[in-house]
């Protein structure tokens, strides 16, 4: 599948192979393969960023979250156990939806195209992680 220029305008919508900036139907400016490209670029950054930074928070806190109020590698863990695994799910969620947007993005980068269907399904991993932080807020205090 060749990379695509899809025209801006809604009610043209043409779609040429290659880097196309103006639209040979109405003239008008296209989104070509270098602004999803750089796009990806952006999603790919995010992704590794969020991964990275909950893997870290991670190894961090769930050693002391494992034993609440013990003294483990130096921090000691005041909430209760399920406040503990409830901030891991979290941490989780938000790992596999950095995980998601680092494949599309990697996909937007290789390709240089949008894909639809992962669109989709790193918008549903983003409510999915959007429902598992609201329902954390219910335990957790403050
Ligand atoms: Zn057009």
């Known amino acids: 599948m060749p990379a695509v220029s899809t025209c801006l305008a809604p009610s043209c919508r ?8 103006a639209c040979p139907t109405c003239g008008g400016k296209m ?5 999803i490209r750089a796009l990806g670029w952006l999603l790919l950054a995010c992704g590794v960023f969020l991964v990275g930074l909950m893997s870290y928070l991670w190894t961090v806190l769930a050693p002391a979250m494992a034993h609440p109020g013990d003294l483990t590698g130096g921090t000691t863990f005041t909430g209760t156990a399920e406040q503990g ?3 891991l799910t ?3 969620a938000v ?6 947007s680092t494949v599309y993005g990697l996909w937007m980068i290789v390709t240089g195209r949008r894909s639809i269907a992962m669109m989709i399904a790193v918008l549903v991993l983003a409510a999915a992680l959007i429902a598992i932080s ?6 957790l205090p403050g």
């Open 14 to 21: 043409t779609t040429a192979e290659g880097t196309v900036t």
């Open 85 to 87: 695994r409830t901030i």
């Open 90 to 92: 979290v941490f989780g």
């Open 134 to 139: 609201w329902r954390a807020m219910t335990v």
């Open 31 to 35: 989104r070509t393969p270098r602004t």
């Open 95 to 100: 790992i596999v939806f950095g995980l998601g």
